[in-house]
């Protein structure tokens, strides 16, 4: 599992953790042509390994959330194509008042060593959670 160090934005602790669970039901499929030969999107386990985070800019808090003092976790399910780039980003667990539209825009942004299948970089699907905390 991969975590971030917590980062001080302003008044606001924004924490980020990035955690490879199963999803029961799959994203639809990207055109980008970057993936696996078959244009597959895998799992991690069972051979292929887990993307491992090179760059994640932390999310902004909504000044919504600010104002009502909006804590918790937003998780997203995302696919990381074979070129490392996210894709495919949907929220799982909202938490509203913005905040979801900001772990979105932040996550967009992320960039991975991509998953292996067989030493060959291949596209996975995995959940994502971004966490909000105030202090």
Known sequence: MFSR????CGA???????????????PANS??????PSGEVFKVGHGVS????IYQPEPEYSDKARKKKIQGTCLLSLVVGADGKTRDIRVIRPLGFGLDEQAIKAVSQWRFDPAR???QPVAVQINAEVAFRLY
């Open 31 to 36: 055109d980008s042509g970057k993936d696996s």
């Open 5 to 8: 160090p917590a980062a001080v």
């Open 12 to 26: 606001f602790l924004v924490s980020l953790a990035f955690c490879a669970f199963a999803q029961t039901t799959p």
């Open 117 to 119: 299948k067989d030493g």
């Open 50 to 53: 887990i993307p491992k985070g």
